[in-house]
């Protein structure tokens, strides 16, 4: 049993790989768009993890030291953040869990200071997140 996952509540990013986001940690809310309702809020219904993004973070990551800009995102939830039992319309019920795998995308790179101004070479940087309910009561499985 864990706790169940409810419009609007707190997506926080928190390690990403090496790099450092400007600024740290940033957070979002998730939207649900499952059919049940439990005291007025929808839940979160596995998919509505693909839905949440924070666009246009600026990045560091050494020795790109010059802030590049890219966009962090749920890439995957861990197992122990889906019910197994509980649904809502045939669908599995988003819970607190542990960690998800988060991803950056990066859209424009850092960079090394002049003169030499190589940009970062990788596309993506993966990390992870948590999220953090407002209901501290209502649990499933």
């Known amino acids: 049993m864990d706790l169940i996952i409810m419009d609007g509540d707190t997506v926080q990013f928190s390690t990403i790989g090496a790099i450092t986001l400007l600024p740290p940690m940033p957070t979002t809310v998730i939207k649900a768009s ?3 309702t439990i005291n007025g809020k929808k839940v979160c219904v596995e998919g509505d993890e693909k839905k949440v993004e924070i666009a246009n ?9 010059i802030p590049g800009s890219g966009t962090l995102k749920i890439n995957n939830l861990a197992p122990n953040q889906l ?3 509980s649904k809502s319309d045939n669908k599995s019920l988003i819970l607190k869990g542990k960690l998800f795998i988060a991803i950056f995308e990066v859209k424009s790179p850092a960079k ?6 190589a940009p970062d070479p990788l596309p993506m940087h993966i ?3 948590k999220l953090i309910p407002n209901n501290i ?3 499933a499985t």
Do not use: L
């Not at 973070?57 to 030291?65: D, H, N, Q, R």
């Not at 090394?112 to 101004?117: E, I, T």
């Open 34 to 36: 499952g059919e049940t």
């Open 57 to 65: 973070c600026s990045y560091i990551i050494p020795p790109f030291t």
């Open 112 to 117: 090394q200071p002049p003169p030499v101004n």
């Open 137 to 139: 009561k209502i649990k």
């Open 83 to 85: 019910t197994q039992k």
């Open 127 to 129: 990390g992870t997140g």
